[in-house]
């Protein structure tokens, strides 16, 4: 629908913005839409996560760790239609247990 490409759009503008917070912002509003508008995720699943996989491997610790966080709090949500992109997931995931940083190892 159009709403939808509208709504994918802001995600991936807000995703892959310069700022850090405008990125968090994307992180966010990610997991609010995997809360109200799951269909819409699950369909797009592979080329979004493609985008958020950026952010959990995030140059800024703030960003990596909201994105650890609310990766946490989507993979109940979303269940079985992560699938396709299981195995980027846990690579990203997987590079972040040596990180110094507490926030983020703990995430």
Do not use: W
Request: net charge neutral; charged share 20%; proline share 2%.
């Amino acid at each position: 629908t159009v709403e939808g490409t509208e709504q994918l759009n802001e995600l991936y503008k807000l995703l892959t913005a310069k700022e850090f917070q405008t990125r968090m912002q994307g992180v966010v509003l990610l997991l609010d839409y995997c809360k109200s508008s799951s269909g819409l995720i699950t369909t797009n699943v592979v080329q979004i996560f493609d985008v958020f996989v950026l952010r959990v491997q995030d140059c800024n610790k703030k960003v990596k760790q909201k994105a650890l966080e609310v990766l946490a709090l989507m993979v109940p949500v979303l269940g079985d239609a992560l699938h396709p992109v299981l195995v980027t997931l846990v690579g990203a995931v997987t590079d972040n247990l040596n990180s110094k940083q507490v926030g983020t190892y703990t995430a």
